[in-house]
């Protein structure tokens, strides 16, 4: 074999390690490192009370998984009126401590009946007014069915458990009514400076759902 021969072939071996070069170190661990999160995406629970407007996409974005197909979402939202009288804003108050605990009791008995990864719960403070937000809540799960149902079970017990206060307020007369949920044993009202103790309502609110 001549001389030019054998350069050649060297030539071409040479090509081809370059088309197809082994992967290296920093690519192996950006592949093991994306494996390990998905693996690592351990359920939670998010539970917030805040005075600040609701973003549904934010809290959407909250429980997004990889290892899920579904996110089903309930959005509360202050409508404008309320046994035919006009509503302009909702006023919500809670004891937060007391609030936050009894929405962890909720989302501990979503994960005894359904198979659901992430919850979260939002629920607004303050003045709501019409067509904004009040509460907002996302849970994702592996299918659909899991997530719809908790999504459900959530605002029905929330509305039902939770020691939150709600006031209507219309244009003229301000605050025409009040409406209390919750545990009644907890449910009080600042008059000066005495808590009296409020009688539960039906629950007719301008609150959707």
Same mark, same amino acid.
């Given at each position: ?8 072939? =060297?030539y ?12 290296v ?11 390990m999160? =998905? ?11 805040t005075?600040? !407007? ?9 429980? %997004? ?24 804003s ?28 992430? %919850?979260?719960?939002?629920?607004r ?40 206060w !709600? !006031?209507l ?18 449910l009080?009202m ?14 007719? =609110?301008?609150?959707?759902?």
């Amino acid at each position: 074999m001549s001389s030019l021969e054998i350069n050649s072939c =060297s030539y071409n071996q040479a090509t081809r390690l370059q088309l197809f070069p082994p992967l290296v170190e920093d690519n192996i661990s950006g592949l093991l490192g994306e494996s390990m999160s =998905s693996t690592e995406d351990k359920p939670k629970d998010i539970i917030k009370f805040t005075p600040e !407007k609701l973003s549904v996409d934010e809290v959407s974005q909250l429980v %997004i998984s990889p290892v899920c197909g579904a996110v089903s979402l309930f959005v509360g939202t202050t409508r404008n009126n309320f046994e035919g009288k006009k509503v302009v804003s909702l006023e919500y108050e809670a004891y937060v401590p007391m609030a936050e605990a009894e929405v962890r009791k909720i989302c501990n008995a979503v994960r005894q009946q359904w198979p659901v990864k992430h %919850i979260a719960i939002c629920h607004r403070l303050g003045l709501v007014p019409v067509t904004e937000a009040s509460v907002v809540i996302a849970v994702s799960s592996a299918h659909r069915a899991a997530s719809l149902e908790a999504v459900k079970y959530i605002i029905d017990t929330l509305k039902a458990k939770v020691p939150i206060w !709600k !006031k209507l307020h219309n244009c003229c007369r301000g605050q025409f009514q009040g409406q209390a949920k919750g545990n009644k044993s907890h449910l009080y009202m600042k008059t000066g400076k005495k808590n009296t103790p409020i009688t539960p309502l039906e629950d007719k =609110s301008a609150h959707t759902g």
